[in-house]
């Protein structure tokens, strides 16, 4: 499963730059693996990609927040989306696939 790897991935990240640990900096996390998975050339500052990142996770939230509030605008794959991550809650919990973490800072990885 490649959300389980992506998990292992942060956790690494997270022991190993204990600043980013802290919501503050939550965005260097965020902008390395960006760099890193798209191979994000020196070009673009991390400043950009830091507020490319946050206004895309805040639009989201207001997106979620709005079809939460509104039944009618939600997407035919709405509940669908509801299910797999309820699914992808009970496997971690589980620890399918990884060595089992605090389910606290699980949680934090799929709050939305």
Sequence with gaps: MQKINKLK???IYLENYVKSRESKNRHKVLVARARRKYNIDNNFSDLLIKNIIIDALSDNRLINRVQQDNPKLRGSDYKNKTN???QEQKQIDLGYGFEKME???LKTLYEK
């Design 9 to 11: 991935e942060i956790k």
């Design 84 to 86: 797999q991550i309820l």
């Design 103 to 105: 389910r606290s800072k």
